[in-house]
């Protein structure tokens, strides 16, 4: 897919992503950054985002906006 992260790419990105647990189920952190990225490179607005909620993908990467206003 276009906007999808490979294997190589995720290799390189996971070891810097925290692995443990704090309180609250882990989400799927490829599929996140998936979603960011998507909007980052399509420039699509965050509404457009289908399957992971904006607010999940906005926390992950901007301690806890909702707006993507720190991206």
């Given at each position: 897919?276009?906007?999808?992260?490979?294997?190589?790419?995720?290799?390189?990105?996971?070891?810097?992503?925290?692995?443990?647990?704090?309180?609250?189920?882990?989400?799927?952190?490829?599929?996140?950054?998936?979603?960011?990225?998507?909007?980052?490179?399509?420039?699509?607005?965050?509404?457009?985002?289908?399957?992971?909620?904006?607010?999940?993908?906005?926390?992950?990467?901007?301690?806890?906006?909702?707006?993507?206003?720190r991206l």
């Amino acid at each position: 897919m276009r906007y999808v992260l490979t294997d190589h790419e995720w290799a390189a990105i996971k070891p810097f992503l925290p692995n443990k647990p704090r309180g609250v189920p882990r989400v799927n952190d490829r599929r996140v950054l998936n979603g960011i990225f998507w909007v980052l490179r399509s420039g699509a607005p965050w509404r457009d985002l289908v399957h992971t909620p904006p607010a999940t993908i906005a926390s992950f990467a901007g301690g806890g906006r909702t707006s993507g206003a720190r991206l």
